[in-house]
């Protein structure tokens, strides 16, 4: 009997077996954490005090390269946010460039990389432009306080670092359940520290959930019945895996 050949130019990628997937009842992602350390910042996409106003106009961010609009401060947004965006914004233009949200971001006693800075500017933006306006930059700030709570907890004996246990529990407040093959990846992805024993630090932690959180999410778009498959033209593919790859 002849075997059906394989369709060309498609990608069907599965969930995998082993534990739950993210369509699985898990917390909502970016739901409030419990430690001190920014506990009060409004989960990401939900409406807050410091909501971002209207939707988009129609077509923004539609591709990885569409142009950035210009945008605004919500009313009502907290004035040392808008301080610390100004004191980036050195020409006044009303957008940063990634060296100077880095810098912006770096003035918390801790050091972003400039990856991990792209990968910040094309989840926000769903561009490759690597300029941010106020309001992406709102949501930027707000989500890493979030982050940054949801590490203290985990980061229990206060190393600076977390371990592959340590991580799927992050993942797991966040909304995502990883299969230990693909959590063993991630950590020997975004271990950086060149020790005996695996372990994250904070700045390659952001790094981790960005990577987890937009591909999910991409994913996401594609399955649309939450059954843990889709199918992507090889096009489709390649435009949802290399931003993750070059940012």
């Given at each position: 009997m002849e075997r059906s050949r394989p369709r060309k130019g498609r990608i069907s990628t599965g969930a995998g077996s082993g534990g739950g997937y993210y369509g699985a009842p898990q917390p909502a992602y970016g739901a409030?954490?419990?430690?001190?350390?920014?506990?009060?910042?409004?989960?990401?996409?939900?409406?807050?005090?410091?909501?971002?106003?209207?939707?988009?106009p129609a077509g923004y961010g539609m591709t990885p390269f569409a142009s950035l609009l210009p945008s605004q401060f919500a009313p009502g947004t907290d004035p040392n946010v808008i301080a610390c965006f100004q004191a980036a914004d050195r020409d006044g233009s009303g957008m940063i460039d990634d060296k100077e949200l880095q810098q912006a971001l770096s003035g918390y006693n801790q050091t972003f990389s400039l990856r991990t800075v792209h990968l910040l500017m094309y989840l926000f933006t769903n561009t490759n432009v690597r300029k941010i306006g106020p309001k992406e930059f709102t949501s930027v700030f707000y989500s890493l306080q979030n982050w940054r709570s949801i590490f203290e907890r985990f980061d229990r004996d206060r190393s600076g670092k977390i371990d592959a246990s340590e991580l799927r529990e992050a993942l797991l407040?966040?909304?995502?359940?990883?299969?230990?093959?693909?959590?063993?990846?991630?950590?020997?992805k975004f271990d950086k520290s060149g020790g005996k024993n695996k372990a994250v630090e904070y700045d390659n932690f952001i790094e981790c959930c960005l990577t987890v959180k937009g591909l999910t999410e991409k994913f996401k778009e594609k399955d649309t019945t939450f059954s843990g498959s889709a199918t992507f033209t090889y096009e489709a593919f390649m435009l949802t895996v290399l931003p993750f790859l070059i940012a």
């Amino acid at each position: 009997m002849e075997r059906s050949r394989p369709r060309k130019g498609r990608i069907s990628t599965g969930a995998g077996s082993g534990g739950g997937y993210y369509g699985a009842p898990q917390p909502a992602y970016g739901a409030p954490p419990s430690a001190p350390y920014g506990g009060s910042a409004p989960p990401y996409g939900a409406p807050a005090p410091h909501a971002y106003g209207a939707p988009p106009p129609a077509g923004y961010g539609m591709t990885p390269f569409a142009s950035l609009l210009p945008s605004q401060f919500a009313p009502g947004t907290d004035p040392n946010v808008i301080a610390c965006f100004q004191a980036a914004d050195r020409d006044g233009s009303g957008m940063i460039d990634d060296k100077e949200l880095q810098q912006a971001l770096s003035g918390y006693n801790q050091t972003f990389s400039l990856r991990t800075v792209h990968l910040l500017m094309y989840l926000f933006t769903n561009t490759n432009v690597r300029k941010i306006g106020p309001k992406e930059f709102t949501s930027v700030f707000y989500s890493l306080q979030n982050w940054r709570s949801i590490f203290e907890r985990f980061d229990r004996d206060r190393s600076g670092k977390i371990d592959a246990s340590e991580l799927r529990e992050a993942l797991l407040s966040l909304g995502y359940s990883v299969s230990p093959v693909v959590l063993d990846l991630l950590v020997s992805k975004f271990d950086k520290s060149g020790g005996k024993n695996k372990a994250v630090e904070y700045d390659n932690f952001i790094e981790c959930c960005l990577t987890v959180k937009g591909l999910t999410e991409k994913f996401k778009e594609k399955d649309t019945t939450f059954s843990g498959s889709a199918t992507f033209t090889y096009e489709a593919f390649m435009l949802t895996v290399l931003p993750f790859l070059i940012a």
